[in-house]
Nanobody, 121 residues
Framework: QVQVVESGGGLVQPGGSLRLSCATS????????MGWYRQVPGNQRELVAS???????KYADSVKGRFTLSRDDVKNTVYLEMNNLKPDDTGIYYC???????????????WGQGTQVTVSS
């Protein structure tokens, strides 16, 4: 079993900051890509930022220069630092991780339950 648990969402005023955390645990052999997606009602889930194992993060154009993604491979955790937040950043943020649960298993797609981020005055 693999658990993906997000934390750090909340209500913030425009221009404010939030830090999201996503901790993975359980039967994990290796974690490949980790990232955050955002979904608003009526829209598809969209990629906000992702980072491959040993690589550099990539960002959606809308968050470049404001969001910073990092990962800690000792703690199996990924962080999303969000600064200068805008109302358009509002949505449910989902953590995603591509994980091999054993050395012989195919990588699987694992999701967290989502955390709400609301940017409003």
């Amino acid at each position: 079993q693999v658990q993906v648990v997000e934390s750090g969402g909340g209500l913030v005023q425009p221009g404010g900051s939030l830090r999201l955390s996503c901790a993975t645990s359980g039967s994990i052999f290796r974690i490949y890509n980790m990232g955050w997606y955002r979904q608003v009602p009526g829209n598809q889930r969209e990629l906000v930022a992702s980072i491959p194992r040993g690589g550099s993060p990539k960002y959606a154009d809308s968050v470049k220069g404001r969001f910073t993604l990092s990962r800690d491979d000792v703690k199996n955790t990924v962080y999303l630092e969000m600064n200068n937040l805008k109302p358009d950043d509002t949505g449910i943020y989902y953590c995603n991780a591509i994980i091999m649960v054993t050395s012989t298993a195919n990588p699987g797609d694992f999701w967290g339950q989502g955390t709400q981020v609301t940017v409003s005055s």
